[in-house]
């Protein structure tokens, strides 16, 4: 089993910037690929970015230039630096961990609770 927890979401006004940060324990593997997902209300969980153990990163088309994700192999951490934010990036995000590189809910087998992310205009 592996537990992620993330931490460092809030509140921020459009334009500014936010870092949240993922921690894995428990029976982690640092060849995980890691990612980070969003779901806003009403609306189904949507890929954000990932990232895997020799660094090859994957962007949504909304996010990219805006998010980079990066991690740690040695502390078993992934980060996703958010700056000019914008309204329509206001969700609850989550971390995933998964065999493979992918953009898709299914191929990840662990999750976090989620860290919210609100965005006033």
């Known amino acids: 089993q592996v537990q992620l927890v993330e931490s460092g979401g809030g509140l921020v006004q459009a334009g500014g910037s936010l870092r949240l940060s993922c921690a894995a324990s428990?029976?982690?593997?640092?060849?995980?690929?890691m990612a980070w997902f969003r779901q806003a209300p009403g609306k189904e969980r949507e890929f954000v970015a990932a990232i895997n153990w020799p660094g090859v990163r994957s962007y949504a088309n909304s996010v990219k230039g805006r998010l980079t994700i990066s991690r740690d192999n040695v502390k078993n951490t992934v980060d996703l630096q958010m700056n000019s934010l914008k309204p329509e990036d206001a969700a609850n995000y989550y971390c995933a961990a998964g065999p493979r590189l992918s953009m898709v809910v299914a191929d990840y087998g662990y999750w976090g609770q989620g860290t919210q992310v609100t965005v006033s205009s």
């Open positions: 428990g029976r982690t593997s640092s060849t995980y690929s």
